[in-house]
């Protein structure tokens, strides 16, 4: 085969059609000629030869053509007669082209927006080398929880493991910088030597962690991020072994990671510091305290069942070179999870809700522009029929109508392309912030070839329904104008097209009402104290002076002061972790007359070293006995606080006042219960209950450090934020303010997830309700117009308007009535996937759905009055005039 | 009664153009009235498929092509094999071979 000739011959042919007829026509007209000079030898008359051969061979009209048509650059011709003839219909109609473009670039935008979101999050590999063999490995709770592991642990399964090639522990590190800038607290991590290994990440400059790093009292060395290094310190390649200040200590900088590594872990993190904890493992130590993660990564060849196998196997096995101590004691065993999933875990089910979502919405956009297609196309009828009837071969008016169809979806992708670019930006921002790897959403190549894909799909599904609707009927029916009457069977897939449409934007909206009600739940559940007109500013003090621990609270204290004396602050106090903030701050409580019992053995107490002055501003109410006050201060008898579920699950029928507990090792000292306040939500809104002590800042072993100011204004809290900063600034200059934030924001933050997945749910359920009004209009609208004759007779026969109204308006609301029959099923069924999103409302709430049937009755009644209408007004002398 | 069929078998038109112009070039015409007139008018081609396929068979590089005077003074497009055509001559004329040889075989065989 010479594809040079094939190619070379079609391009002259193309570029030069007239030549290329004019080379075939001689060719037919010769052959003809010769064979009629043949007949004619053979006796015949020259007419009688010319007619015989014109009968022997038919016409040379149609060998010309047959001949033309079977190169391939008859396709290319065609497809371009194709493209000019839509291109002129879609001109001719400008409004049905707007209307069907936006339409689907609003599907088509949208589900690309979503999947350019959701496809690094859900399905891409995380980017490191092998990253399938990347684990999580958690210690188990009584109550099959996944918690952090200890310092200890984590010697004890880098020793004894055989299934992982390396793992690591880290915790996070916020480290002050100072130096030339101002003071900038940093995000961080500090870990252990093989933490970067793990990943299979080296750094781009310099070294990685050595085992001598990652000892008691080893050197200060610092990994910095790409990005750390190109903001603080221009990218100077010098950089390594020089000497950085974090709080107060001077590091050296051994190592940059590369711009490309991503720390799914911490993204925020910006530098990296050995762990150097103590390997001889003193057991009332930081080394045996719940609060490390741990990655590890499989051997080639180890199967993640493998190795959790073998990691309970040795929680199981206790050695005596590993004594645990009974709070690590792993009875539970060991979790070990993909490092993927539990990356992605939290953030899952709004994600794939939100998926599902969009592609509601692509279906709906999807079936509406079928319907305007298949409206437009009746109009067409008699021009398909005339051009069957002419001798057009059906294959090829299908593959015109599939041209068209593919024409308009490549204008509503290409505007689509447009509304993803514009959303995707949006669509991170308003994200909820815990979204992990949110650095790796943007329009690549994957999400244009996803665009494309459907691009084309819907194409062809615009295409095809008109397509073989069109060309089922017969060629002379649509050529007889009387019958345009008979309009059965188009109808009738309209209509099919209707209530899918109405099905699917019921089975959106039903999911938007649940999310609203479940937030509307979330937010009515009482936090525990008044959220209102609060600010939060979260201080680290920073530098070796606060090594000291009364210099700690001295400066604490004197900020308070001054906060206190900030025009427009009606109250003030101090805490070590502040609710709804994401703090998380457990510690064991055990108390001197009620032994813990075994489930509540590693369930753990947030601990709040609070100033006195804690509970009045917050407002959280005392049940009991007296709140901390000016009495509990260094020397005086060590007093707590407990809440209310503490205390009625541990002392039940009892009063809890005056019994004893160390928080903490029980080597601790006991403190003494002298108060019982309200349930305060720690975590969020919707978690159960948690169990909390209070005692004051002066009566606790060392100085927190940052610490919460928690102030309540007289009016805005938000206007207050640089007055309060002066304050604390006034006091000293150096300390770094790491968060500030209004309760409001942080309550809202609670809620993120949903309120993202809410947001996006209630803008396409508009979009879907308000296109489904437009089907149900627009089937109703042709209806009436086709039907004017027999709506003409009908009123000419004494019909009232009133009943015409009633036949045009039945006919509407038959289709809602249906289409929201299915969709009800339709949405039960799908709010299976929504439960892990709902909060406090059944996945069956009944004003969520009775709120949508309204909703959808009130809109589709306004979608069928026009027409009604309009049927109403037509004059019947007129109309059957005109026939 | 019905004619008899004189449709070339499908497939083999282009076995017998790419045989008739191995003898010698040959026009559109010409190819037509020898297939006739050695099949004795047992096949007969109609314009369009033959001229269709010498187009294909031109752009597959088994013909080449050229307008000529012809012996009675006309101008008409001569075609002739190239060597990739005497090629293919050669494996559609084995495999046509193999193909009747196995039919015939089929026929025959007793039941």
């Known amino acids: 085969m010479s594809l040079w000739r094939q190619l070379t011959r079609g391009l002259r042919a193309l570029t030069n059609r007239a030549a290329a007829d004019q080379d075939t026509a001689d060719e037919v007209e010769d052959f003809f000629e010769q064979a009629t000079a043949a007949l004619e030898a053979s006796g015949l008359s020259p007419d009688e030869a010319r007619r015989t051969a014109r009968l022997e061979l038919g016409s040379t009209l149609a060998v010309r053509e047959q001949v033309r048509a079977s190169g391939w650059e008859h396709l290319v011709e065609t497809l371009f007669a194709d493209l000019r003839y839509g291109a002129r219909r879609l001109r001719a109609s400008p409004g049905f082209a707007v209307v069907s473009a936006i339409t689907l670039a609003l599907g088509i935008g949208a589900s690309t927006a979503i999947f350019s979101a959701v496809y690094p999050v859900l399905f891409e590999r995380l980017p490191y080398p092998a990253a399938g063999r990347l684990t999580m490995i958690w210690d188990v709770g009584p109550d099959g929880s996944r918690n952090d592991v200890t310092f200890g642990t984590y010697r004890e399964l880098l020793e004894r493991n055989r299934s992982f090639e390396s793992i690591a522990v880290m915790k996070p590190w916020g480290p002050t910088l100072t130096g030339s800038a101002e003071p900038e607290r940093l995000d961080g991590q500090r870990v252990s030597v093989a933490y970067f290994r793990a990943f299979g990440v080296a750094p781009a400059l310099g070294r990685d962690f050595e085992a001598a790093d990652d000892q008691l009292n080893g050197p200060g060395v610092v990994v910095l991020s790409h990005a750390l290094w190109r903001r603080r310190f221009n990218g100077d390649p010098a950089i390594l072994g020089r000497h950085v200040m974090l709080d107060d200590d001077p590091y050296t900088v051994v190592g940059v990671m590369p711009a490309t590594f991503e720390n799914v872990l911490l993204p925020s993190a910006q530098l990296w510091a050995p762990l150097q904890y103590d390997v001889s493992l003193p057991v009332q130590g930081t080394e045996w305290g719940h609060h490390l993660r741990m990655v590890g990564r499989l051997k080639a060849g180890v199967g993640i069942e493998r190795a959790t196998d073998e990691l309970g196997s040795i929680a199981r096995t206790p050695v005596r070179d590993f004594t645990r101590p009974r709070w690590a004691s792993l009875e539970n065993g060991l979790t070990v999870d993909r490092l993927q999933d539990a990356v992605i875990r939290s953030v899952k089910p709004a994600l794939v809700a939100v998926l599902g979502a969009v592609l509601i919405l692509l279906l709906i956009t999807a079936v509406n522009v079928t319907n305007l297609v298949l409206a437009r196309s009746a109009l067409r009828r008699e021009e398909f029929a005339m051009r069957v009837a002419l001798g057009a071969a059906r294959p090829r008016l299908i593959r015109q109508l599939v041209t068209e169809g593919l024409m308009l979806a490549v204008l509503g992708g290409g505007l689509g392309m447009v509304v993803a670019l514009v959303g995707v930006p949006l669509l991170v921002a308003l994200s909820p912030a815990a979204l992990p790897r949110s650095s790796a959403i943007a329009v690549d190549g994957a999400v244009i070839v996803f665009a494309a894909g459907l691009t084309i799909l819907i194409g062809l599904i615009i295409g095809v329904v008109p397509a073989s609707n069109v060309l089922r009927s017969d060629a002379h029916v649509g050529l007889q104008r009387h019958l345009r009457r008979s309009v059965g069977g188009r109808q009738w897939t309209r209509g099919v097209l209707v209530v899918a449409e109405v099905a699917l934007a019921v089975i959106l909206t039903v999911s938007a009402g649940l999310l609203l009600r479940s937030l509307q739940r979330l937010f009515a559940v009482d936090p525990g104290f008044d959220a209102a007109r609060l600010l939060t500013v979260q201080v680290q003090a920073s530098g070796h002076r606060f090594s000291n621990l009364a210099a700690t609270q001295q400066f604490f204290a004197e900020a308070l002061d001054a906060v206190r004396r900030v025009p427009g602050v009606s109250a003030a106090a101090l805490t070590s972790q502040l609710p709804l903030s994401g703090d998380q701050d457990l510690y064991g409580a055990h108390f001197e007359s009620s032994p813990l019992q075994r489930a509540d053995e590693s369930r753990g107490t947030f601990r709040y070293a609070v100033s006195s002055s804690y509970f009045e501003t917050l407002g959280i109410r005392l049940r009991r006995g007296r709140l901390l006050d000016a009495r509990d201060v260094t020397g005086s008898p060590l007093a707590v606080v407990i809440n209310e579920s503490l205390a009625r699950r541990r002392f039940p029928g009892q009063d809890a006042i005056g019994q004893r507990l160390h928080v903490g090792p029980q080597s601790g000292p006991w403190y003494t219960v002298v108060g019982i306040v309200s349930d305060v939500k720690q975590m969020s809104l919707g978690a159960s209950q948690e169990d909390a002590v209070y005692m004051t800042t002066t009566q606790w072993h060392f100085a927190d450090n940052p610490q919460w100011f928690v102030v309540r204004a007289w009016s805005d809290a938000a206007a207050l934020a640089p007055l309060v900063r002066q304050a604390i600034w006034s006091v000293d200059r150096n300390q770094p303010i790491v968060r500030v934030a209004t309760m409001d924001d942080l309550l809202a933050a609670t809620a993120a997830d949903r309120r993202f997945a809410l947001r996006l749910f209630a803008a396409f359920g508009v979009v879907a309700i308000v296109l489904a009004a437009i089907g149900i209009y627009g089937l109703l609208a042709g209806s009436v117009a086709e039907r004017r004759r027999e709506i003409g007779v009908r009123s000419a026969l004494g019909a009232t308007r009133a009943r015409i109204v009633g036949m045009v308006a039945r006919q509407g609301m038959m289709l809602t009535g249906l289409g929201a029959v299915i969709g009800l099923i339709g949405a039960v069924a799908a709010s299976g996937a929504l439960v892990g999103l709902l909060f406090g409302v059944s996945r069956l709430d009944p004003v969520a759905y009775f709120g949508v049937l309204t909703l959808l009755v009130s809109v589709s009644a306004i979608a069928c009055c026009v027409p009604a209408w309009r049927a109403a007004r037509v004059d019947p002398a007129i109309t059957l005039r005109a026939e | ?111």
């Open chain 2, 1 to 111: 009664m019905d004619k008899p069929n004189t449709d070339v078998i499908q497939g083999t038109l282009d076995l017998l153009i790419l045989k008739t112009l191995s003898l010698e070039p040959m026009h559109g015409f010409g190819i037509s009235r020898r297939v006739e007139q050695i099949s004795r008018g047992v096949f007969k081609v109609n314009p369009g498929s033959l001229l269709t396929a010498l187009q294909r068979l031109e752009r597959a590089g088994w013909l080449d092509a050229e307008w000529r005077d012809t012996a009675n003074s006309r101008r008409a497009r001569f075609y002739w094999l190239t060597r990739a055509g005497k090629k293919q001559l050669e494996l559609e004329t084995d495999d046509w071979a193999r193909r009747a040889a196995a039919v015939a075989r089929i026929l025959k065989a007793e039941t």
